[in-house]
């Protein structure tokens, strides 16, 4: 890690351990993007659960909750997601279902949580969209024979959501422009954000506007969109135009940045290990079926097992923001009301208490349980009301794309491999996923 050699020694705000090793002006910024999860490791090593973490420019000094205490946190009513709209106020709107609380963020979310749903999958397009999708990907990999594994898993993600909301196919080449302009509004720079995050939020804002009035207008099809234009609740509520255009932006960045690093460290991991490659292909034999519902997964064991376990050794989301609305004590101290903590979903996964041998790649764990996943196991897509909406969507993508893979590469007799003596890195900004350099190849 990357650590300042000048600040070694301890001290400490509000009798809580500051951690060493910040810069001035970056903070512990360079060590996070590269070691995120050991940085928040040392701490908890260091100090406990509670420490102060400085991350650079706009954000400074922020306490950090750790443990199953920093977890239960997610789910109690002190802390809010509101600061979102103020700090990444392009990335999240005032109107965006993970800025709201309450009855406002009750009612929002009910109105489009039946989308999303295993039910809502089953009906709509959105499975049937996926298995093109991976399907075309993957057949672009076999026959070039390599990838730059994360801007592929990227464009597929994305291409997946651009179809979900009804894009036209002509238009995507501007769309998959636009959004990436808009996704570096993640990073809070003024001068990135005039000049490239603003013009592309507008242009998103002003067509994600254009098809929400279409779709309200037009007969309910199996799209998504179509679903949640008209979706109602009991009293007859729909989600106006705004509020269609701002989740669906929120939902496309969210959604496709966190699945596509997801799917590029399952390839990865498969590559680094042959042993488990033959056990997925072997399941792929013996049901081809590729899975058109939350429902079929579990023809799938091995494959769904993969997916979870990479996601818990890769979780994209290296931090939770939270504000607190009221002071409360933690680990011994009082956390005073409005202050912005972050809970670190990569403690979580990396707890032995939680998992044993954590820092393995076991897809086994998941394997022959008679119950489902706890909250603390699932972490990485959050927790309390604020749980991922795009849940059960993310697991079929990737349970999609590993049968995929596994029916196509075998099917040629390929495999996926590292270039020899590679090793991928980790990078933390804005969200965590391989290097964008990294690369795999397929072949016998």
Not at 28 to 39: C, D, V
Not at 41 to 67: E, I, Q, S, Y
Not at 132 to 152: C, F, H, P, Q, Y
């Amino acid at each position: 890690m990357l650590l300042n050699p000048l600040t070694t020694s301890t001290k400490y705000r509000s009798g809580i351990p500051m951690l060493p090793g910040a810069f001035p002006v970056v903070g512990h910024l360079p060590a996070f993007f590269t070691s995120a999860a050991e940085l928040i490791a040392d701490g908890r090593r260091r100090f406990g659960t509670l420490f102060w973490l400085n991350m650079g420019p706009g954000l400074g000094w922020h306490l950090t909750c750790c443990g199953s205490e920093g977890f239960e946190l997610l789910k109690t009513k002190s802390l809010s997601n509101a600061h979102l709209a103020e700090t990444h106020p392009q990335f999240i709107s005032e109107r965006g279902v993970m800025a709201l609380e309450g009855t406002a963020h009750q009612r929002l979310r009910g109105l489009m949580t039946s989308a999303f749903s295993p039910k809502g999958l089953a009906e709509n397009s959105a499975a049937q969209i996926s298995i093109e999708v991976m399907n075309e990907l993957v057949s672009d990999w076999a026959s070039k024979g390599r990838t730059t594994i994360l801007a592929d898993t990227q464009r597929a993600a994305l291409g997946v959501i651009f179809q979900m909301l009804d894009v036209p196919r002509q238009q995507m080449s501007d769309w998959h422009k636009q959004y990436r302009r808009f996704s570096w509004s993640a990073i809070p720079i003024p001068v990135l954000d005039r000049l490239v995050v603003k013009p592309a939020t507008q242009w998103l804002f002003i067509r994600l506007r254009e098809l929400a009035e279409q779709a309200r207008r037009s007969t309910r099809s199996r799209s998504v969109l179509s679903t949640l234009a008209h979706s109602e609740n009991e009293a007859g509520e729909k989600l106006s135009i705004d509020e269609l255009a701002d989740n669906m932006r929120l939902l496309a960045f969210a959604g496709h940045d966190t699945t596509a690093a997801a799917m590029a460290w399952a390839v990865i991991e498969l590559a680094r290990q042959p042993g488990l490659w033959d056990r997925l292909v072997a399941e792929v034999q013996e049901n081809p079926h590729i899975p058109k519902a939350p429902s079929e997964l579990r023809g799938h064991p091995l494959a769904e097992a993969i997916f979870r376990e990479t996601i818990r050794l890769h979780p994209s989301v290296p931090l939770y923001s939270r504000r607190t609305l009221r002071a409360f004590m933690f680990a011994g101290h009082e956390i005073p009301q409005d202050e912005i903590i972050f809970i670190p979903p990569c403690d979580f996964s990396s707890d032995p208490e939680i998992f044993s041998q954590p820092e393995r790649f076991d897809a086994d764990r998941w394997l022959g349980r008679s119950s489902p996943p706890t909250g603390m196991e699932v972490a990485a897509f959050g927790g309390g009301n604020h749980f991922c909406l795009g849940y059960h969507l993310a697991l079929l993508e990737g349970v999609q794309l590993l049968t995929t893979l596994a029916l196509k590469l075998s099917g040629r007799g390929l495999r996926p491999k590292l270039p020899p003596g590679a090793v991928p890195r980790t990078h933390n900004l804005p969200l965590t996923h391989p290097a964008a350099s990294t690369v795999v190849l397929f072949s016998a």
